[in-house]
């Protein structure tokens, strides 16, 4: 979801016919998973700010023209959303099958395979078949982000552009979590894509090798150089961090 209001303001809406109250300030998505309903969602995470980039979390409310995305639309007093339409199933799976039309169709053997967001929401909105192909589209092109090599350059991750859907989950983890800015969004569209400040290799750029961006990342574009020798691991825990006092949460394998 995206994280819950402070606010000590409730506000009372009705979602799928039931009535909610949750803070003001709260999004539509985070007020939806207080009831125990899962919009699907790429780019919006529990702890960072939302960014509205996936289009995957639309939603209907009365009233309003439109299908906003719902972790980046607040709830209002008296609102009443619909996240389960014909129309919203129909929106969904076209927006999954155009990310899956440009993804490498590697899961068999991807090191992501049965830990992958893109993976398990293709199955949440239904996406039985991919009717685009990357024949005759400029997925291969010369300059495209697919066809540009794995930044092995870190000690402990990889980086491999041709897997990368764009959501900002890294760049806005590096920012937020960890307060450096060593990510950015470059190019525009199509050949839009994750790099490091100048487009230098990780390794020669700001990025301090903290692994927030790889925790972020919902597919295996950045990847622990340990899970891809070894394998996911069976079991993990969230722990906080006992070296200083800022209180990071980070995964223990
Ligand atoms: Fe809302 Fe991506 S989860 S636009």
């Known amino acids: 979801g995206t994280p819950l209001s402070t606010s000590k303001q409730q506000v009372t809406l009705t979602i799928d016919g039931m009535q909610i109250n949750v803070p003001e300030g709260t999004s539509i998505m985070r007020a939806a998973m207080e009831m125990g309903t899962q919009i699907p969602k790429l780019c919006a995470t529990d702890s960072l700010q939302s960014f509205g980039s996936c289009r995957l979390c639309l939603v209907e409310i009365e009233g309003r023209n439109g299908t906003p995305a719902s972790c980046t639309t607040p709830v209002a007093p008296g609102m009443v959303v619909h996240t389960q339409t014909e ?32 993976q398990d929401m293709a199955g949440a909105v239904g996406l039985r078949e991919v009717r685009y192909g990357m024949e005759g589209s400029n997925h291969f092109a010369k300059g495209s982000p697919h066809v540009l090599p794995k930044d092995e350059s870190n000690p402990y991750f990889t980086y491999d552009p041709a897997k990368c859907i764009v959501c900002s989950r890294c760049v806005r983890a590096c920012e937020e979590v960890q307060g450096t800015f060593a990510l950015t969004i470059a190019g525009r569209g199509f050949d839009s894509r994750v790099s490091p400040g100048m487009s230098e290799p990780f390794l020669q750029s700001e990025c301090v090798s903290c692994g927030a961006c790889v925790q972020a990342c919902p597919t295996a574009t950045l990847n622990e150089k340990s899970v891809i020798a070894i394998g996911a691991p069976e079991h993990s825990v969230v722990t906080t961090c006992a070296y200083c006092g800022v209180g990071c949460s980070f995964k223990a394998e």
Request: charged content about 30%; glycine content about 6%.
């Open 87 to 118: 129309r919203l199933a129909r929106l969904r799976k076209g927006v999954m099958e155009l990310y899956i039309s440009d993804h490498p169709l590697d899961c068999l053997t991807c090191s992501a395979n049965g830990d992958c967001e893109l």
